[in-house]
């Protein structure tokens, strides 16, 4: 008697050299995704357990770091090429370390193996409380999508620069005119 064939797997990583990204932060905003990847790949909601998200002071995008029975609310990219994981990579700098995770997806609860980027740091004392994507997108994200437009632009120059001294000029470049202002 044959044995039946395995559950097929999802379709975005059955294509050779595709990957799949666990996303729980700028990324879940489409605008963000087409800024870097000049794409928006199929995506699907996502949950990381035995991870939380923090804030991180001084900055507008969250880090997560493992924390046994908590969990995060993301989404999958799937399809992601070589080239494109790469960019992701640059993207996320030396802050992140990117970690094969395995995820839950939220509407069929299915666990399936995922990239993600996990906080470099986990000492880091600028970390605290819950990151809320709602609340970014609308207080920051016009923002963070010039900053990432910046990077874009600057990652394809012959002198670039990471996407942490990005932001940080950015960050800067944004405070100036104010106190400019102040001072005349």
Do not use: C
Not at 47 to 65: D, E, M, Q, S
Not at 70 to 91: P, R, W
Request: aromatic residues 10%; hydrophobic residues 40%.
């Amino acid at each position: 008697m044959a044995m039946p064939p395995p559950p097929p797997a999802p379709a975005a990583a059955a294509k050779a050299g595709a990957h799949s990204v666990f996303v729980y932060g700028s990324l879940m905003a489409d605008e963000v995704v087409r800024a870097i990847l000049k794409r928006v790949p199929p995506a699907a909601p996502a949950t990381l357990p035995n991870y939380h998200r923090f804030n991180i002071k001084g900055r507008i995008y969250p880090a997560i770091l493992p924390v046994e029975g908590k969990k995060v609310a993301g989404m999958v990219v799937m399809g992601v090429t070589d080239e494109e994981l790469q960019v992701l990579d640059a993207f996320e700098d030396v802050e992140y370390t990117r970690t094969r995770v395995e995820i839950s997806l939220t509407d069929s609860s299915e666990k399936m193996l995922a990239d993600t980027y996990v906080w470099s740091d986990a000492q880091d004392p600028d970390l605290y409380g819950e990151w809320d994507f709602e609340e970014w997108k609308r207080l920051h994200m016009k923002d963070f999508l010039a900053m990432t437009n910046g990077f874009m632009h600057g990652l394809e120059q012959p002198e670039a620069k990471t996407r942490v001294e990005t932001y940080q000029s950015f960050i800067q470049q944004q405070e100036q005119p104010a106190s400019e202002t102040r001072e005349s």
